[in-house]
Nanobody, 124 residues
């Protein structure tokens, strides 16, 4: 069973940057699509970004497009989320997960093996 562990969250001022990491145990992680999601207090978990297992396709939520970049390092079994120009509305717990679908899906229900999450707080 794959375990995912997120790190890199913290407190940052608006306009700042953070890079989140999601490290996976288990060799099969490389053959899965990887996604980042977030959940703000009182809100539902929402899609942020996904990268295909080959790394050749990426998709982003409109709210983060142009500011966030998802990438992966197959050798390290790790997926990253570079977050620039952060805004207070980006404050949330960020989770990574994997999907075994044939395409880089954005549907939360297609993802599993969720990590425990990492808190990102953006102050104004």
């Amino acid at each position: 069973q794959v375990q995912l562990v997120e790190s890199g969250g913290g407190l940052v001022q608006a306009g700042g940057s953070l890079r989140l990491s999601c490290a996976a145990s288990g060799r099969t992680f490389s053959t899965y699509n990887k996604g980042w999601f977030r959940q703000a207090p009182g809100k539902e978990r929402e899609f942020v970004a996904v990268i295909s297992w080959r790394g050749d396709h990426t998709y982003y939520a409109d709210s983060v497009k142009g500011r966030f970049t998802i990438s992966r390092d197959g050798a390290k079994n790790t997926v990253y989320l570079q977050m620039n120009s952060l805004r207070p509305e980006d404050t949330a717990v960020y989770y990574c997960a994997r999907s075994g679908t044939a395409w880089a899906t954005t549907k939360i229900s297609d993802f599993g093996s969720w990590g425990q999450g990492t808190q990102v707080t953006v102050s104004s």
